[in-house]
């Protein structure tokens, strides 16, 4: 194979140009990218699924905020509608009045939990910051 018929491919890798059926687009006779530097590729990479995920939560939060405005501006303007949302919203807190109930009061206890949790856990930090302090101070 002479030179012209190489050309240059992506990261200046050469590749064939008159490679053979079985050859892939970025493989050739003479080069072939081994697993680790696909591998080093892909991390050095930013990744595109973290930043297609932000993207499509962006877009979702933005539509979903346009249509609360214009569904909640149009509930406001008919005071009837505003009268049966109510209704509405009694009806459910009513009927389920226990799981609500229950609800709350188990985050409230995890919440007490956690911080409970949190003030024991910067006692002993607390502890530890002084036992050291004290082992250094008696050590000079």
């Known amino acids: 194979m002479d030179p012209s018929q190489r050309s240059q491919g992506i990261g200046g890798m050469s590749t064939n140009a008159s490679a053979g059926a079985g050859s892939g687009p970025m493989e050739s006779d003479s080069v072939r990218m081994t697993g680790e530097t696909r591998g080093e590729m892909m991390n ?50 009513h009927k389920y009045r226990k799981e609500i109930i229950s609800t709350v009061s188990g985050a409230a206890e995890q919440g007490k939990e956690f911080v409970l949790r949190q003030k024991e856990s910067l006692s002993d930090m607390l502890a530890e910051t002084q036992e050291a302090a004290e082992e250094s101070g008696g050590s000079k």
């Open 44 to 93: 050095s990479m930013p990744k595109a699924g973290m930043m297609a995920k932000g993207i499509a939560t962006g877009v979702a939060v933005s539509a979903i905020t346009q249509t609360g405005r214009g569904i909640m501006s149009t509930f406001a303007k008919n005071p009837l509608v505003m009268f049966g949302l109510g209704l509405a919203a009694g009806y459910f807190v």
